[in-house]
C-alpha cells in the first residue's frame, strides 16, 4: 500500500454536534464552497436512524432493505445506501487547485483509502483494498464491495462516495468500525494538521430536507 502522505497541509474539524441527514449533507455541501487552499476532513455524527442514498439511487429500493422506520436522505455523491446507525462517517474536500485533483476518480478513491488501510491496521483493524468490484447484486453500499474498498476477511468495512465540482473534490465515506475516531486518519493524509471549526449559521442549502429531492427519480 502506498505510504506517503497525500497533501502539506489539512484543516480537520471534529463535528461532535450529532445532526440530522439534511444538515449533515447540506455542510459538506457548504464546505465545498468554503474552499480556500487547503483540503478538509470533518467526521461527523447523525441524530436518529439515518440511511443515505447515492445520487442515483432509488428510495423504493433503499426502503426494501432497511424499511420504513429508517429516515432517509439522497447525497450530493455517488455509490451506494448506507445505514448511518452503526458506523464512523467522515468527508475530505480537496480544492480544485490541487494536483491530487486531476487524478482520475478510481485513483483518487485509491489513494484516499490507501491511507484509511494503513490508520486503521496502526489500530490493530486487519483490512485490505479490494482489488476489483463484486459480483453481488444489491443496492446497499456495504453488501456490493467495489475496486478500491476496505475489506476485512472479505467483507466490506469501508466505502465511499464522490463528487467533482468546479472547487474541487467532495469525498464523503463511511467506515463499519467503531468505535474509530476518524480524525486519526488526518495524520495519514497530511503532514500538517490544523484542526479548525467553521462558522455555519444560516448558510445551509435546505434541499436535503426536500421530498422532491429525496424520492427523485434519475
Given at each position: 500500500m502506498d505510504g506517503g502522505v497525500l497533501f502539506q497541509k489539512l484543516l480537520v474539524w471534529r463535528d461532535s454536534q450529532a445532526r440530522s441527514g439534511p444538515e449533515n449533507m447540506a455542510i459538506d455541501e457548504w464546505l465545498m464552497t468554503q474552499?480556500?487552499?487547503?483540503?478538509?476532513?470533518?467526521q461527523y455524527q447523525w441524530s436518529g436512524a439515518w440511511v443515505s442514498l447515492g445520487y442515483f439511487q432509488?428510495?423504493?429500493?433503499?426502503?426494501?432493505?432497511?424499511?420504513?422506520d429508517s429516515e432517509y436522505v439522497r447525497r450530493w455523491t455517488g455509490g451506494g445506501v448506507v445505514d448511518h446507525r452503526d458506523d464512523a462517517t467522515y468527508s475530505l474536500m480537496i480544492p480544485r487547485s490541487w494536483q491530487f485533483a486531476s487524478i482520475g476518480g478510481s485513483e483518487s478513491y485509491r489513494q484516499i483509502h490507501a491511507a484509511l488501510a494503513r490508520c486503521l491496521l496502526d489500530?490493530?483493524?486487519?483490512?485490505?483494498?479490494?482489488?476489483?468490484?463484486?459480483?453481488?447484486?444489491?443496492?446497499?453500499?456495504?453488501?456490493?464491495?467495489?475496486e478500491w474498498d476496505l475489506l476485512c476477511q472479505g467483507e466490506k468495512i469501508a466505502g465511499a462516495g464522490q463528487r467533482r465540482t468546479r472547487q474541487g473534490i467532495l469525498h464523503q465515506g463511511s467506515v463499519a468500525v467503531k468505535p474509530l475516531d476518524l480524525?486519526?486518519?488526518?495524520?495519514?493524509?497530511a503532514k500538517e494538521v490544523i484542526d479548525w471549526t467553521p462558522e455555519i449559521e444560516g448558510k445551509l442549502n435546505p434541499r436535503y430536507e426536500s421530498v422532491a429531492w429525496t424520492d427523485r427519480v434519475l
Open positions: 474552499l480556500g487552499e487547503v483540503p478538509i476532513l470533518r432509488s428510495l423504493r429500493a433503499a426502503k426494501m432493505i432497511f424499511g420504513s489500530r490493530g483493524h486487519s483490512c485490505e483494498l479490494a482489488s476489483r468490484d463484486s459480483a453481488r447484486n444489491s443496492v446497499a453500499c456495504f453488501e456490493k464491495p467495489v480524525t486519526e486518519l488526518a495524520g495519514y493524509l
